[in-house]
């Protein structure tokens, strides 16, 4: 495998890396002198892939922490460091958006960057820890320390290969793996094909990487366990799932058996409605779609509710004799959420088996007869009656379910948006009417779930 070709490709040009240099100098300027200004006493320096040289090309996300003092107190940091942030964006000429983590930061854009100007402490270890963002200043000293030049490019190969599998990114709509932990497997096995060949070869559940020999990997139970080398109490890994790691783990083992340079590219997926149409009433089963508007909540609490909302659904669904083959959810997260299911079955009967107790128990089987009479029978030692159905499609179902939405275990925001309403739709119906491409590009992907994984 020729992985100077793929390296050309993804490591920015000379161009691009003095613009973004120029740029985030500039932005730490700007920075330091509002704050020499205003006498407040912090100082902004660069951190993440663009102070550690292993961002893709034309990919540059610019971090830029304001550092405060460990004495200063945390609302004076929030104000502060807010009022630099937006300050900065308004002298650069950009717009600015309010975020949150654990607490509130800038987003900048300007001059085609997206720029995180976030607030922290000026630690010089994990003993001194007040926020989880204050980790970032010690992750990036770490790798510009530990991570030679020659490897910045392996981490390129490593972070392009996993975006190309959909496995990059620690935040839960993706639940894969961070940046952080890629540069930090570059270290640990020296290259890209060395995390491979580890991973397809070596790693099994649990697996533990301790590359400062900390000894604290017996104390976590996650799929991946990554001892922060500055930490010794965190696992790096914690976010990744087990559903990603399997599927790099499994594409691993693909990639080292017939090197393609199709592994570093996404798969497209079709946004033909006709053709996305025709493989629904081809698959023969029954699919309806939930639709409602997204809370305006970070994506960080939103991704979770959906997942919670789904799952919730799902379980009462099978409860009620409804299997559900697959299900998935999507948002834009600012107009449209929804979830898809899909039935092996059209309609249930209209009375389901009821089973009740043994007969061992005096107290219950009369209890069970008491409240069912003699429509009750026996079969071997046990009790069972035939009872109706709430419904017997899951369209049917699933309004019954929702009319009492106050009492289900769903995401508390997911659940205020519900009760202001929503709609269903079978399959067929929702792709009568226009989708966004995005949308169509989701039901295509539900349709072939493993399409990302394979380049045959």
């Not at 550690?52 to 004076?76: H, M, N, Q, V, Y």
């Not at 976590?220 to 109490?233: A, E, G, M």
């Not at 009492?404 to 202001?420: A, W």
Request: aromatic share 12%; proline share 4%; glycine share 6%.
């Amino acid at each position: 495998m020729d992985y100077e070709k793929i390296i050309s490709k993804i490591t920015p040009k000379r161009q691009e890396k003095e613009a973004v240099k120029k740029f985030t100098n500039n932005l730490v300027k700007t920075i330091n002198h509002i704050a020499e200004k205003k006498n407040i006493k912090a100082k902004a320096t660069v951190v993440g892939s663009v102070a550690k040289g292993t961002w893709l090309r034309g990919e540059a996300d610019i971090d830029i922490f304001i550092k405060f003092p460990l004495e200063t107190p945390e609302e004076k940091l929030k104000e502060d460091g807010l009022y630099l942030g937006y300050e900065c964006i308004k002298a650069m000429g950009g717009q600015a958006e309010e975020r949150y983590a654990a607490h509130p930061y800038v987003t900048g854009h300007m001059k085609g960057y997206e720029v995180d100007l976030v607030p922290c402490y000026d630690i010089e270890d994990a003993s001194q820890l007040k926020s989880a963002v204050d980790r970032t200043i010690l992750h990036t000293r770490y790798i510009k320390k530990n991570l030679k030049k020659e490897q910045r490019k392996e981490v390129l190969l490593l972070k392009k290969f996993m975006k190309a599998i959909g496995a990059y990114g620690s935040e839960f709509k993706v639940g894969g793996f961070a940046g952080y932990l890629c540069e930090l497997l570059i270290i640990a096995y020296r290259n890209f094909q060395s995390v491979l060949e580890a991973a397809a070869l070596k790693w099994r559940k649990g697996q533990i990487i301790d590359i400062e020999g900390h000894g604290t990997g017996k104390y976590f139970d996650d799929p991946l366990i990554v001892i922060d080398p500055t930490d010794k109490n965190r696992n790096v890994a914690a976010a990744l799932t087990q559903q990603k790691l399997s599927e790099f783990i499994i594409v691993a083992r693909s990639f080292l058996e017939n090197p393609k340079e199709e592994y570093f590219q996404k798969v497209e997926y079709s946004h033909d409605k006709g053709r996305i149409k025709a493989k629904f009433m081809e698959r023969g089963s029954k699919c309806i779609i939930l639709e409602f508007n997204p809370p305006s909540v970070p994506a960080d609490t939103l991704y979770p509710q959906l997942k919670k909302t789904m799952d919730t659904l799902v379980s009462h669904f099978s409860r009620e004799g409804f299997k559900v083959n697959r299900s998935a959810y999507w948002t834009d997260e600012k107009k449209i959420s929804l979830i898809i299911f899909e039935f092996e079955t059209w309609k249930l009967p209209a009375y389901k088996k009821h089973m009740g107790p043994r007969i061992w128990s005096r107290k219950h089987t009369k209890r069970f007869h008491k409240k069912y009479g003699d429509r009750i029978w026996i079969e071997d030692d046990r009790l069972f009656v035939e009872r109706k159905r709430k419904a017997t499609k899951p369209e049917s179902y699933l309004k019954s379910l929702l009319s009492r939405i106050e009492y289900l275990r769903v995401g508390k925001h997911v659940k205020e948006e519900l009760k202001k309403g929503y709609k269903i739709f079978n399959i067929k119906e929702y792709l009568e009417s226009e989708q966004p491409r995005e949308v169509l590009e989701f039901l295509d992907a539900f349709l072939d779930p493993g399409k990302h994984l394979w380049r045959s």
